[in-house]
């Protein structure tokens, strides 16, 4: 019976492995399954795995957190490893102390007792200290690295218009705004705690496996170390990629978020029409994928967190006091009895000591074989932010992926491919030419084979067709927003155009930024353009109640709630008046606007010389324009003079 703890220890251990086989076979079974019903796809290597695309990626990356040798971030990262190197040292003396303390105890020896605590608590105060300023450089580490990669995307991203591009054109990250924030900021913080999770177990290998090697000779340390390696080499095998689980489960968040932005984004509509039911079917299971995924990742961590616990603490316990018994029991056990005679005070001491010099020891190679699951951890938000950094440098580069639509007559699957964003040319000039220029949509999709027409100052132009024809294409085309993928397109510089749609964007500002945006106040100053000249701008679009009603120019609101459909479209063509363009692209942009207002603003507009491209179905509208651009929906169109008096 004295062997039945032990028997049952080991059956509990050898079911637990038996389980884990066979979930094991089982989820292979199950994705075999899966890959019977649809078609094989080959695993991608850097998706999320330990492989040498992390590693060329994780390079990248920090030529860009760390820009140079003599950065802060190279500063930092010294004081951490000194400040390291000091903290063990410092375990090593207190370790010291430890044993001298059980010693005097045992030896019944007060003063020395009293001697050895006060040293104690003396080296309190720098430990507290190094351990309190270790964990505030890993913070301000992570937000270093953070700092410099978010200023980085950010001089891509908000460059001229690619983040119009990142969500409009390419199709390959459908939440940008979680990538540049939450999936930087895990990054960041990952990459700063794996330097101190790598770094201080290879400090304490080294330096408490000198002083165990100086206590015990060699073997100690070298049986310790080879326990480890065969445990790591067993959970390296066990163990799944949590990497690529990481990167899956920040996807399924991605998903579930952007499903609350499209409900608050789409709020009113949804409403009319009573897509709650729907929307909150499609919400909560977005949930539950990530809910399931996070389950299925909390299961794995389970199973190998048992054989953490069996190799790495249970088995390092076993190994430990077979390493403590080697001054007593090993080869030279008579000359350290001898050197520490009949004193068992003595004993003690090398006991206390070398145990706790070992648990460290055990603890530092411990957290090296564990740390595996730490760097899949980083590979997978690697593989996240390695993501938006290859869509914006191709965007940059004039390039975009997404699905093209098949236009051949047989048909076929849509394919995505990469796509240049400038198959045509641009020349600069003070009129605007479409020479032979398709209307494409991103995706492939043709509107119009080729167009041709040309706008001089003066020529107000309206367009009209139904809808999908191709009038709002034409100006994204025109404003690089689409690719110009054939042809000539002639235009003045974009500063001297100036687009106003049917909603207009209000920023969070005063009453003033919403007038002169996108420039700032200073920017304002400098065009010689006063508060005044502001009031009768408002005055002009009917709206100078308004610096009464707000409180003044720089009084700050929610304008997107306190004003009102008009108002917001009188705002806008407010804006049009400050910047005075050559031309303006006015897209339905006074469709809540009365007709007598509207006369004033159109009127106004042709006074400043502003010439006019319009989309509109009004009617009230055809007077104020001298061509017409028609677009029949079937990839026709036409361009000529406007006959008043058959639109009258």
Known sequence: MAGSPQRKALSVSILCLVLYLIKIKLSKNKSKASTDAKPAKKEKKGAGNVDSVFFKRIKALLKIVIPSWKSKEVFNLSLLTFLLVVRTFLSIYITGINGHIVKAIVKRDYADFLSRITSLAAMAVPASFVNSYLEYLNKILALDFRTNLTNYFHESYLKEKIFYQVSNLD???????????????????????????????????????????????????ILCGLWYV??????????????????????????????????????????????????KTRINSSFDDLIQHSKHVLIRKMFIGCFDSMLVKYGAVLIGFAILGIPVFGSNRDAYLKRVGTDSSAITRDYIRNSSLLINLAKAVGRLVICYKEIQ????????????????????????????????????????????????????????????????????????????????????????????????????ILGSLWPLFGGKLHRPDLDKMFYIPQRPYLPAGTLRDQIIYPHSKLQMLRRKIKDEDINKILDKVQLGYLIEREGGLNSENDWNDILSGGEKQRIAMARLFYHQPQFAILDECTSAVSLDIEAILYNHSKELGITLFTVSHRQSLFKFHDYILKFDGQGGWNFGKMNHEEHH
């Open 230 to 279: 065969i445990a790591g080499s067993m959970l390296r095998f066990l163990s799944p990629s949590f990497g690529k689980l990481t990167a899956i489960e920040q996807r399924h968040e991605g998903t579930y978020r952007a499903c609350h932005t499209d409900l608050l984004h789409h709020s009113e509509e949804i409403a009319f029409y009573r897509g709650f039911e729907w929307e």
């Open 377 to 476: 951890s980083l590979a997978g938000y690697t593989s996240l932010v390695d993501e938006i950094k290859v869509v914006l440098d191709d965007l940059n580069a004039g390039r975009y992926d997404r699905i093209q639509v098949n236009q051949d007559k047989d048909g076929g699957s849509n394919k995505k491919s990469s796509v240049g964003l400038a198959r045509g040319e641009y020349v600069g000039s003070e009129s605007i030419k479409f020479e032979d220029v398709p209307i494409v949509s991103p995706n492939g999709d043709i509107l119009v084979e080729k167009i041709s027409f040309e706008i001089t100052r003066g020529m107000n132009v309206l367009i009209s067709g139904p809808n999908g024809c191709g009038k709002s294409s034409l100006f994204r």
């Open 171 to 221: 199709s390959r990250v459908a939440n940008p705004d979680q990538r540049l924030t939450q999936d930087i900021d895990k990054w960041a913080t990952s990459l700063s705690n794996l330097y101190s999770n790598i770094s201080k177990p290879i400090l304490d290998v080294l330096l408490f496996g000198q002083k165990l090697s100086e206590l015990l000779g060699y073997g100690g340390p």
